[in-house]
C-alpha cells in the first residue's frame, strides 16, 4: 500500500519486566471519580460516570526507572496534575458486564491526566468541549503496563504524587466512585472497547499547578512509579 502522507508511528507503553510493548488505541478518561476530588472542584454527590477522551499521541511514555520530560504546554498559566491509576485494556468488548470486566484487562500503570485548568475552566462555564484543557500534546504521561497477574491488588492499594518531593495529592484506589469494573461496564455500553485502549480512572484530591523545572513523581502501589520533569 502506498500512503499520500507518512503513517503515524504507534504509541507504545512499556510492558513491565519485558521488552514487549502496549500498543495505544484510545485513551479514555473518566471525570471526578473521587468523591474529595469532586468536592475541591466544586460538585457533590454522586453522578453517573462520564468520559472524555486523549488522543493516543497524546502519550508521554516513561520507560521503567527514567524521567521523561514534558514541555509545558501552550496558552495556559495553569497547568495541572492530576495522578490516576490507569487500566489498559487487553481484550475488547461491548456491553461488557461489571462481573465480566476483569478478564478484559491486560494490566495497570500509573498515569497523569496534565490538563489546562484555566482552558477547561473556561470551556465548562460556557458550556463547551473540555478538548483544549485536556486533549493536547504530552498530556498524557504513563509508566509502565504492569500485568493484572503481577500487579497485586490495585483496588485497594494507596496512590499519591509529589511534586518536588513534597506530598500534594495521597489517597487510596478504594475511594474511587466508579470501580473499574463499574466503569468498564458503563464505558463498553458507549463504545466498543479494543485491546490497546487505555482508562484513566480518574484523580483524588489535591490537584494543583506545577511550573517548569517541577519533576513530578507518582506512583500506586505494587506498580512502577512514574517520574516527569516539566520543561
Ligand atoms: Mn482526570
Redesign the pocket.
Known sequence: MRFVVTPPAIVSVPVAGTDERFPVHRIY???R?YAEHAKEMGFTGREAPFFFMKPADAVVAVEAGTQASMPYPSLTHDLHH?I?LVVAIGTGGKNIKAADAHKHIFGYAVGL?M?RRDLQGEMKKQGRPWCIG?AFEHSAPIGPITPAAQAGPVEQAEIYLQVGGQDRQRSHVSQLIWTIAETIEHLSAAWDLQAGDLI?T??PEGVAAVVPGDVLTGGVAGLETLSIKIS
Open positions: 478518561c473518566v471525570g471519580n492530576e490516576e491526566d490538563t485536556k484513566y480518574g484523580t
